[in-house]
């Protein structure tokens, strides 16, 4: 700013400002070389900021040892002490400080400000520190603590929300670094206001320091889960540069980091064409969170759309439409990352974290999937996000927008064309998706169902959608199918397993460009090559298949089955992939497809609507659903499924891919499908298909649940209206997606563009999905289906093993809603459902999906089953709920389009309540000759669509279509559920939404408030999500969570709270950046004093938001140690039971160990409880200094006159008061 | 929610392995009784946040294992603890006995203020006797400390002794503050009151 005026002005007139300077003046009078005369210079070697922390904390540093002249080393010391010792946020940089002769004056004056905060009893800004007082002051640290602190490093430290703590331990070493960084960063433009992920500017509020370097706290990421880390919550990575989660790693980090690759796509989809370049680096930092905090940021986009938030989702919508969505956007969408991945690692308790993880994964699956296809990439993977969180559904939204955009390019016009390249990838697509389709088969539906998806996000976002229908154009979607395509592999691929597989999607084309990506982002392992990646993904993903297949039948995820659901899914997938492995290429391109599909997809449809429905379901199935799913697609579990599904699904398969799900109920649904296909495609494609759909699925839900599903199914059957669909449309999905969003026509586009749209239209409401299933399966997808089939054939082979494999072919959606619907048909369902929306429309699609499946019945059918199948599925059990969950999250999708991130959050909470749902996006991408994508997409309406769509296809051909689950929204669902539903909401208003949010802010200043303001806001829109999220929640926890303490607090609900709370903080930092400007325009007038009493009045709203956080973050984790205790003193305590002689060297081994870990457990309990007790303390002065300064700014303004003196005086009370009374306790 | 008290005091119960710290504990914080003895392992605590004077105060009662093994284990968070109950059984004499012994400790491990009470539990079961009530107020009163007869079984007792030493903590903490010289006071006041309460019981 204008250093000189400042302080001309300091001195003058800001009350507020200049009472800091004048309790500065007071703190460092008596200090040799430090005299305070503004708050620039002053402050610019250091000395003053060093006599300040000497004044308080002697011990802290030796201040006679000080020299003026080493500016950098006092700024160092005294930066680095704050942070440790204090934990006061380093704001500011040291090398800043030797750069600039007069360094930036707001930046020292918050900086100043928490210094003041502190001292004063009041936490710094950043709200973390962790206050660490004297020893004298209580004799209660008990020795134990420090164990624990030693024990549990990575633990958070209460004190250290902001990470600092985090910094604390790493302290010095970690700030070496940060400065080589920063040093970088200073090169690059003004001093360290760089993010060292995304290379953006970093206003004030977004300031993250870790490590040294800069960060906007929303590009602080999890390498591998890309959730936003959180302070105590966060480790350095083994990648230089990375970090992260604590949590993580323990509980599910093969799965996280799976999980991070995922990441790495969703960055890509966020930046989506951009990203797509990037990110296969992103990807392969995509683990590295950290240093691709660029893909982070587009992650959040993807993530954020699932996770996080409207915002992210907007911004998802925004970036997908113009591709970089803004940082801003990024950076909300990074937040509900970070929202879902604190939430997950921190919370989480490790569970929790499990679950997280799997969505994670899920998402990442989702997000890889989305990296292929920007768009479609985007959508399934946002689908398969929005499963487990709400917000995924945004994302899905993004996705669905990203695709819509494609879609309705397509669709327009681009449609025709893109079905024809759908085709043309499809016959690919189809190949691939049946690799791709496990996992990929979202991805392949991505293509069409990304389209679709985005479509289904449209539909929420419908607005969106026509951006993006309007930005893309039949080119664009080409592009962005192309990019959707790469980063679906990519993400697929990354997803762990299997989705790679989707590097096979994108392996149409995309796959090898994409396939780099991919690995890295699939892989853990970035190091991947595409090609090889791709295969080595096929390899991957069939082995992973295999096990998983196995396992998912047995719906060993279940409980973590959001999470986990996705993973299974993946896993199904992955089998279904293994298939499709081989045709990974194909099915990823499926799910490019779908998304792109919506473009392109009318042909490729099918196949991809396969794939991407397959793969959401996989995801979502990971848990429970994508298990049977995955055992459908894959393995032998579907055999009994697929027994039914199997018989049916080859034929179903022949219609579409099988569908296998479908196909037993393809069987029927087949048939059904088929015609009912032909009938939509033709003329009233809703009814048959809504026919279809109901019969076929309750068909496909029983095929894909084989057990009781099978009722579910009926819900499924919806879904698998959608399903067909899906496998048809990918298109179909996409279809009904574009059904509800009609415009969207994405869906139908892929698939038939007119029938499906129209279809879409008419199921839109009803079985949009239905119709687009329909659709897509039918026509298209049979075609494509055949065509696929024969490269099914291949996957067949691979799938063979898994029947479902067929059916998801012949609907992703069936595929993955059978693998969903495993748990339930309404998994797949749901699955179905979502790859729909995702399809279809993002948003709106689903949400008319959802509405006409809840609203209507007939094209309800879909809706309908979805909603009956969360209810059978609640009903029938509450466990199941996390297959449920997939399916619910499909009928979700499907169903309600809440949007599609609510229901791939909500697949779970929809089981429990039945409304969310359909985050899973099972696209099952027939590689079909037809090349057509069922539509991946149409999987999220999957159950139904894949079953109409296997049937379609298996009809149609019966070759099994290559699955490709896009479990989009399961993970999403699960990590942000209720985010989720917010970000639905948000993504509808979207814009509005940030108003609101600001409306209610302003209103709310308070800390408490926000959370729950933001819960009241978007809660009535969401309140059924929330409940049901809770519900599932519950249940889940329940299930899996042996604990259930009365005062027990599901995971869920604390993961939706945080989602809440990271969309505020976004809003927050956005009126930051907005009122950082203001401050810096105007100088030293009046204003400025009331201005910087709102700043800091800010930046209080977000210490309280980041208190809340830290303290449901503690919650969380005290929850997960809790049940670990147990776990480990169940353990220990049959080990000492064993007579002494009885034991060997091992078992005493083994004794000691677990003695240790129960002591370590205690004291991380402890620890938690501490470190309540000290932001307890500290944000107790904080709220009376608050209180404070409202009153002086009260005064200031209401008596001009004499606001300096009020200031003055209040401040020097506060002050004086509170250094009496530190200083007494001190004593 | 988890932020909404006054105070955090950390409590540490120690005795013979089996007089009932546990069950004391599960009384105190979660109001039920288990009769099935499972020794502790290691180290424990729990929280109840209760009233006090018109302040919520939350203790953490931290549990730990009676068992000589789990020794080292549990005497390193004797330093963190505000107040240290002991606990013997009535039952038992040489649990009693030992009273002295984890006396020792807590003066060789304990900070040196350390708020003190002693619990003779078990007092249900008065046909089993075997250490006359006015023992255990003599031992009370020769370390100037308060004293309870209490009964996880059948509640008596719990309550009052977790909210009076709580009480007491907290009378140290206000006064600690309040006036800094008064804390020479305040151990004496606390004596006095030791002295009082154990009259009452």
Known sequence: MSPSCVETRTACRMAAIKALQQWCKQQCDGYRDVSITNMTTSFRDGLAFCAILHKHRPDLIDFNSLSKENVYEN????????????????????????????????????????????????SPIGGLGAIKRPPEDTIEEPAGKKIISHAPPSQPHPAARTGHAFLKDNSVIENAPVRAGIKEIDSNGLVSSKCTVCGQHVHLVQRHMAEGKLYHRNCFKCKQCTRTLQPGNYKVGDAPGTFICSNHHPGSTSPVSSNAAPSGPYKPVTAQSGQHATSPASQGQANQTPSSKWSVASQ?????????????????????????????????????????????????????????KTHKDSQNVGNAAEPEDPQKGTPASRTSETPPRVPLNIPAQAYLQSLKGKNDNTSSSPQNSVQKEAKKDPAASGQYTSPSNFTNTSTTLSPSSSGRWSASPVVKNEPKDDYSSQKPSSSAVKTKEARDKFFQSSTVVAEPTNNQSPGGRESPKITSSNGPGRPAALTPVSTKPEGQGEKEKARNKILMAIPSSPKSPVGTDEPKSDFFPPRNVDMSQGVSKTPVQKEDTERPIPKERKSKMPTSVPTPEPTKNITASSQPQSTKNTTAPSQPQSTKNTTAPSQPQSTKNTTAPSQPQSTKNTTVPSQPQSTKNTTAPSQPQSTKNTTAPSQPQSTKNTTAPSQPQSTKNTTAPSQPQSTNHTPWSSHPQSTNNKPGSNQPQSTNNTPWSSQPQTTKNTPGSNQHQPTKNTGSVYLELMKSIPGSNHPELTKTTPKITDIKTTNTTTPEKYPIPSTTGLSSTSRVQKGDNHTPKAQTPSSKVSKGEGPEEWRSMLKSVKDKPAAPGIQHNTEKPPLKEDKASPKKPISTTTTVINQDLSGKD????????????????????????????????????????????????????????????????????????????????????????????KETEPIRWRSHWGSDEDASSPPAVPKDDKQSPYGDGYLKTSSWMDNQKGTSQTKLNSEYIPEEYIQEELQIIEQELDYLELRGVDMEKQLRSCDGDDSEDSLMVDWFKLIHEKQLLLRRESELNYISRTQVLESQQVDVDTELRNLMKKPDHMKNAKDRAREQELLEKLVLIVNDRSEIVECLDEDRIREKAEDEVMEAMMKRHSDSHQPKESPEPNLKKRSRFSISGLFKSKDKSKT | MAKSYDHLFKLLLIGDSGVGKTCLIVRFSEDSFNNTYISTIG???????????????????????????????????????????????????????????????????????????????????????????????????????RFFETSAKSSQNVDEAFNTLASDILMKITKRSAPGAKEVDLRSSTKTKNSNKCSLV
């Open chain 1, 898 to 989: 809440r949007k599609p991130s609510q229901p791939v959050a909500f697949a779970p909470w929809e089981a429990s309540k039945g409304d969310h749902k359909a985050p899973v996006v099972t696209t099952t991408i027939t590689p079909n000759p037809s090349g057509k994508e069922n539509k991946p997409a149409q999987r999220p309406t999957s159950p139904a669509a894949p079953t109409k769509e296997d049937n379609g296809e298996a009809k149609a051909s019966n070759m099994p279509p290559k699955k490709k689950l896009l479990i989009v929204n399961v993970d999403l669902i699960s990590d942000l559920p209720k985010p989720q539903q917010k970000w639905q909401d948000e993504d509808a208003r």
């Open chain 2, 43 to 145: 180290i424990d605590f729990k929280i109840r946040t209760t009233e006090i004077q018109g302040k919520k105060i939350k203790l953490q009662v931290w549990d730990t294992a009676g068992q000589e093994r789990f020794k080292t284990i549990t005497t390193a968070y004797y330093r963190g603890a505000m107040g240290i109950i002991l606990v013997y059984d009535i039952t038992d004499e040489r649990s009693f006995e030992n009273i002295q012994n984890w006396m020792k400790s807590i003066k060789e491990n304990a900070a040196a203020g350390v708020e003190r009470m002693l619990l003779g539990n078990k007092c249900d079961i008065e046909i089993k006797r075997k250490v006359p009530k006015d023992r255990g107020e003599k031992l009370a009163k020769e370390h100037n400390i």
């Open chain 1, 75 to 122: 700024n160092h010391l005294a930066f680095r002490v704050a942070e440790e010792k204090l934990g006061i946020p380093a704001l500011l940089d040291a090398e800043d400080m030797v750069k600039l002769r007069v360094p930036d004056r707001l930046s020292m004056l918050t900086y100043v400000s928490q210094y003041y905060n502190y001292f004063h009893g009041r």
């Open chain 1, 300 to 356: 959040p986009v993807q993530n954020g759309a699932s996770n996080r938030t409207v915002v992210g989702f907007v911004g998802n919508n925004d970036s997908t439409q113009s591709v970089g969505p803004t940082a801003g956007q990024p950076g909300k969408v990074m937040h509900s990352d970070s929202l879902s991945n604190r939430s997950s690692p921190e919370t989480t308790n490790r569970t929790a974290m499990g679950f997280y």
